[in-house]
Structure formats: C-alpha cells, structure tokens
C-alpha cells in the first residue's frame, strides 16, 4: 500500500490535465475502489516486465565486459568499448548499410505502391469488382516469410515455373532467386506480393472517410479527376500517410529478419545482412560474446527511438497528429 | 457533360451522377493493372494446389516442380503429410501451439485492455505508460534470448508462446473498443447496482465485444501459426518443430543450388527420400488452408479494428 501511494503522485504530476476525477480521493480509497481493475492489469505487467523490460535492462550488458561465467557485479564496465568494436568490425558496417538500403526502398518503393493501389481501387465503382480485388491482394499478408519465399523460389527459382517456360522456349535458366545484385529487387517484389495489400487496406479506410459531397462541390465547379485527386484526395489521407511514415521511419532499421535470414543460403551472406541477421550470426550462434551482440542491438533500439521521436516530432510542427497528440 | 446525359443501361450505375465516365484507354488501363496484379498473386497459389495433387511421373513429365493443369491426380503426398511421421507431429505441434498461444494471448490482453479502459483508475496512467512505451523501443534480439535462457526457457516449447504473448498492437485496439464503443452508462448502471468488475466484464463487456475480439484471436492464432522466428532462436534443439521450420527446411533443399533438381537429394529426413515437389507442395497447402480458412472473417472486421488501432493509439 505504501508503494501504491509513493506512486500516486507521479501520475498525476506527470500529466496535470488529463484524468478528471468527480471528487478527490485518497490513494487508498482508490485502491480500495480499483483493486479488482490492478489485478486484472498484473498479467500484462508480469508479461512485459519478464520478456521487455527484463531484457531492456540487460541491454546494460552493451556496456560490460560481460561473462555469464562470473557473477554478474564482478563483470567490469568498459564504456563504449564495444561499439567501438562495432564499428570496427568488417562485417557491421555493410550490415548497417544494407538495413538502411532496404529501410529507404522500402519506404520509396512500396508505401507509393499502396498509395496508389489504394487510389485506383477508389475510383472502381463496381464493389464487386473491389471486393473481389481486395480479398485477393490482401490474402499474402497473413502468410508466413517462410511461405513466401517458397511461392517465389517455386515460381521465380532455377526450377521454378517461368525459369522452365524459358527453358522450353530455348532461353536459359533464371537465377533470380539466388543472384546477390538482383536482391533488392526479389526482396522489393516479395513485399509487394506480401504486404502492399495491407497498405492497400488501410489507405482505402482513410480515403472512405473523406466525406464524398467535397468531391460534389469539386466536380460542380468544374475540377477534373486529377484536380479532385489533387485537391481532395491526397489532403484527405495525409494524416494516415504521416502516420504510417513515423511509424515506418522509427522501425526503419527493423527491416525483419526473416526474409533475410531465408535467402541467406541462396543469395549469400554479403547481400542479405541486415542488423538483426548479424547479431543472430555474429554473437548467438556465432563466437563474438553476448556484450557485443548486445551493443550491435542496443545500437539498433537506440537509434530507432531517436528516430520516431524525431519523426513525431517533425509531424506535430507540421500541425499534424502523429502517433500521439499532446494531451 | 457526361454526367447529365448518362446511358441507363451502363453498369456504373454505383458512380455518382456529377463524375465523368472515365476514357476507354484509362479504364483498360486501369483492369490491366487490376488483372495482372491480382493474377500474380493468385497464378501462383493455383499452381502450388495443383502441384500438390500432381503424381510422380506427372510432375517428371512436366520437368518442373510446379504445374499448372494438375493430371494424373493423387492423394499420395497428403497420405504421407497424415500418416504419423515426422510432419504429422510438427503439424499437432503446431495446432497446439497456436490454439494453447491464443487462449493464454487472450487472457492476457483482454484483461489488460479492460484495466486500461477504465481513464483515471489508479495507476492507469503509468500502466498505460509501460505498454506504449513497448512501440517506441525493442529490447534487442540477444538480450531477449538471454533472458529466456536465464528464465529455464531455452528449447522448451513455452519459449515460442510466453515472449510473443502480448501484442500492444492488440490490447490498444481492445482498449479503444471497449472505450468507444461499451456505452460508459451501461457499466455505471451495473457498477451502481452492485456488480463488481470481473462480473462486468465477464457478463456485459465480453458478449457485447463477440466480433472483436474473434478478429483479436484470430491475428493471435495466424502468429502462433506463421512462428519461425522464435523457434530458429529459441528452440533449435528441439527434434518437433513448427510447422514453417519443417517447411523452411524442405525448401532448403534445393534452393540456391545451381542444379536444385540434383541437390534435393541431399535433404532425407530419417533416411527417406528427397521430398518430391507435390510433398513440399502439400505441405505449403497445409499450411495456407488454416488461413484461407480464417480469412474471410478477419477481412469482415479487420479494417475498422485497424483503423481504430492506427489511429487511437
């Protein structure tokens, strides 16, 4: 009860305006009226004590020369020794170039193809026509990476279908699949083929809420289609495009680890490394320790929440909504 | 101009009468890209299913491993699939993984999503605080697999469950429904009359809350089903693996090899022969069917809950 009161305070410090409380009430009545509401929530602060704040706190390790053979305080601290080592190391920095070359593609070369699946979709007047389309293209985002590459080796691989329609028109075998320079362009059509559809999905929902007689008042006045695109459309989900930038900005070197670790075998290592692939290569399986694959990752999450700070941020100047607004 | 002198006879009779019909060249344009994109997607799967019932002597006919006119149809490599091997136990494995995943995700996020639904309950705020937190930032792939090892997790099947059983994805969209959209009047009248708050929400919150929540369940089970990840780091020691390691590993096979065809007769599980192409194929099948299964209903409620996700959280 003690630690429920010390920890009162904070709360409503933190944010002055936010919960309006009819009457004031001490913190332990409120217990008295919230408890069943706490321990409800407990669950869900065991899990994310266990397996995100646990492991967050163990990022500490980046720091340590850490030896799971020692107790744990007799591990010295080295500073930034091993981001020093880091950056050192051959193999970091292709990685880190390679995550960001696959970020910036992803987010020049499949967001604009959501928008515009989104857009053509719109303008079909037919819903059974858009019904139809949407359930399909919308399909492969529950799919497995596992899955995916298999439909692509299978359709795109030396064996695979078009590589032997070729074969039978006298061309040779395809090695699309497993060709280092062609990569970004497999891993291109692969997020296409996965997950355009749900960008898809989420751009149609904004653009139904734009409300339909604005496009009246354009077309009485005389704006063609392209205007009322223009004018209208694109205004209207510019917050849905903000938001789904910070969000793609602040995971930008989250890029996954699937889809990569997948094609490894086949593309090679030097193509397909991302961060994620080389801590798991480089430090669980591999023979750098635990402080280095942790620093590579700490790098990693640090990064990322400077960047969807940053990118939140940029989004409030411009008047927009961001991922969270100012209460 | 269109617009007023529309023919009654034509089909867009959905387009509203003040937009122009489009050109000829736009609108066949515009099917094009629709039929090709869509054709891409669905070409392929057609081809798997096909594979997937194709014989032996079919398949070698074809000199490929996918066809696209299926004859010479068989059961074959769905018999072998069943017949209590090694991908009959990585299929049950996986079964109860994601139906054992779902049920303990559920509990979890919808008692979070209530506790959290009610604005100004003690602590409400620094337990919001520690679940949003959990988007800014990720813990980092080694220091999670540390903590497994710490917690006795390491190749033990709980692993694939207990670190992924809390999407904050899932509980704020929760929360946001139970906050939008439960009339806040219904449960002050039940709290008024003496009901306490596991009886609300067992008896008011969940029965009013039946779609969501079956959307909620089902973006569980497609993760516990589509797990790979957590079992490569995780649980690589174990001899029963999910369904999309056993797949991963038929693929790998003859993938990246410059003559596949020869290679795949390096993978032989237990000493059998290579996977034939209708093997692997059915095994991909296996793995889609749940999905398709699933899918129509996701499709059915999944954008509002996106929506509200995406945009409350």
């Known amino acids: ?327 | 101009m269109t617009a007023i002198d529309i023919k009654p006879k034509r089909r867009s009779s959905n387009r509203p009468m003040w937009d122009e019909e489009p050109s000829f060249i736009g609108k066949s344009l515009k099917s094009l890209f629709l039929i090709a994109y869509a054709a891409a997607i669905v070409v392929p799967l057609w081809a798997i299913v096909a594979t997937s019932f194709a014989s032996e002597d079919a398949l070698t006919k074809a000199g490929g491993n996918l066809l696209l006119v299926p004859t010479d149809l068989t059961l074959a490599a769905y018999r072998e699939i069943f017949s209590g091997g090694a991908l009959t136990d990585s299929l049950v494995l996986t079964i109860i993984l994601t139906v054992g995943g779902t049920a303990f995700s559920m509990v979890l996020t919808v008692c979070g999503a209530y506790a959290l639904s009610r604005t100004g309950s003690l602590l409400h705020r620094p337990i919001l605080m520690l679940v949003l937190f959990t988007f800014l930032f990720g813990p980092g792939l080694y220091p999670s697999f540390l903590v497994v090892q710490k917690l006795g997790l390491f190749n033990n099947y709980l692993s694939l469950i207990l670190p992924v059983a809390l999407s904050a994805f899932n509980l704020i969209v929760l929360r946001a429904f139970f906050m939008n959209t439960i009339p806040g009047e219904l449960l002050d009248a039940a709290r008024i009359d003496g009901a306490g708050e596991f009886r609300i929400l067992l008896t008011i919150v969940l029965p009013m809350s039946k779609a969501i929540l079956a959307v909620v369940a089902l973006f569980y089970a497609v993760g516990y089903w589509n797990i790979y990840f957590s079992a490569v780091l995780y649980t690589p020691g174990l001899e029963t693996q999910p369904i999309q390691v056993v797949l991963q590993r038929m693929l790998m096979s003859t993938q990246g090899l410059p003559d596949g065809a020869s290679a795949a007769a390096q993978y032989q599980p237990q000493g059998e022969a290579a996977p034939t192409a209708a093997l692997k194929m059915a095994v991909v099948v296996c793995t889609v069917i749940p999905i398709v299964i699933m899918y129509p209903f996701i499709q059915k409620h999944f954008t509002k809950a996106v929506i509200t996700g995406a945009i409350k959280g």
């Not at chain 1, 070359?101 to 499949?110: D, P």
């Not at chain 1, 074969?167 to 362009?185: A, E, H, I, V, Y």
């Open chain 1, 1 to 327: 009860m003690a630690t429920m009161q010390s920890a009162a305070p904070p709360t409503s410090a933190r944010t002055p305006n936010a919960p309006v409380v009819k009457r004031k009430r001490t913190a332990a009545q409120r217990l008295r009226h919230d408890w069943p509401l706490l321990v409800l929530a407990l669950p869900v602060i065991a899990q994310l004590a266990l397996f995100f704040y646990w492991p967050s706190a163990w990022n500490i390790i980046a720091f340590m020369d850490y030896s799971p053979h020692r107790p744990f305080w007799e591990n010295p601290f080295v500073g930034f020794a091993w981001f020093q080592r880091l950056f050192n190391d051959p193999y970091f920095v292709p990685a880190l170039l390679n995550t960001l070359k696959f970020a910036a593609a992803h987010l020049m070369f499949l967001f604009p193809l959501s928008v515009v699946l989104a857009l053509v979709m719109h303008s079909v007047v037919s819903t059974k026509v858009r019904s139809t389309f949407q359930s399909i293209v919308y399909l492969p985002y529950f799919f497995s990476w596992v899955l995916v590459v298999t439909v692509f080796v299978q359709v795109l691989g030396a064996d695979g279908l078009v590589s032997n329609w070729l074969m039978g028109l006298g061309g040779d075998r395809l090695s699309f699949t497993s060709n280092p320079d062609t990569f970004l362009l497999l891993a291109w059509m692969q997020w296409a083929w996965k997950d355009a559809g749900w960008g898809m999905i989420i751009f149609l929902a904004a653009l139904a809420s734009i409300n339909p007689s604005l496009y009246e008042a354009a077309a009485v006045d005389g704006a063609n289609r392209w205007r009322r695109m223009w004018h209208i459309t694109l205004p209207g989900i510019r917050p849905v495009i903000i938001l789904l930038l910070i969000l793609q900005i602040g995971g930008i070197l989250s890029v996954g680890f699937e889809q990569y670790q997948l094609q490894r075998q086949a593309v090679g290592y030097q193509a397909t490394e991302v961060l994620d692939t080389y801590v798991y290569y480089r430090s669980v399986i591999g023979t750098e320790g635990a402080s280095f694959g942790t620093a590579a990752g700490l790098f990693k999450g640090a990064i990322g929440l400077v960047l969807i700070l940053g990118a939140n941020k940029i989004a409030h100047r411009l008047g927009e909504q961001g991922i969270y607004q100012k209460s």
